[in-house]
Nanobody, 127 residues
Framework: QVLLVESGGGLVQAGGSLRLSCAASGRTFSNYAMGWFRQAPGKEREFAAA????????YFADSVKGRFTISRDNAKNTVYLQMNSLKPEDTAVYYC????????????????????WGQGTQVTVSS
């Protein structure tokens, strides 16, 4: 069992920045690729970013590429999502998720493949 707890959401004006954190506890954090997903009202959950279990590989949805960065600190069992140049369309509940992987380079953009989920944190971007 892996417990994930997100924090750092809030209300920000367009063009602003937020940094989300996701603290993990339970099983060995470094055995998991981590992903950030988001879900806006009335829409399906969508992939935003992912990071390999070592942190060497990072992957982004086209909609956030160049504005968001993902990082992790395996010593602190924490993954981060730095969001810059925020737009109103980034408004959503953001979830972190953990995917157990057998090999270091594995990751996924498919939410159905992830094993554990946090409770989500609301990000609201005003225009």
């Amino acid at each position: 069992q892996v417990l994930l707890v997100e924090s750092g959401g809030g209300l920000v004006q367009a063009g602003g920045s937020l940094r989300l954190s996701c603290a993990a506890s339970g099983r060995t954090f470094s055995n998991y690729a981590m992903g950030w997903f988001r879900q806006a009202p009335g829409k399906e959950r969508e992939f935003a970013a992912a990071i390999s279990r070592s942190g060497a590989g990072t992957y982004f949805a086209d909609s956030v590429k160049g504005r968001f960065t993902i990082s992790r600190d395996n010593a602190k069992n924490t993954v981060y999502l730095q969001m810059n140049s925020l737009k109103p369309e980034d408004t959503a509940v953001y979830y972190c998720a953990a995917l157990w992987v057998a090999f270091g380079g594995m990751w996924s953009r498919n939410p159905d493949e992830y094993d554990y989920w946090g409770q989500g944190t609301q990000v609201t971007v005003s225009s």
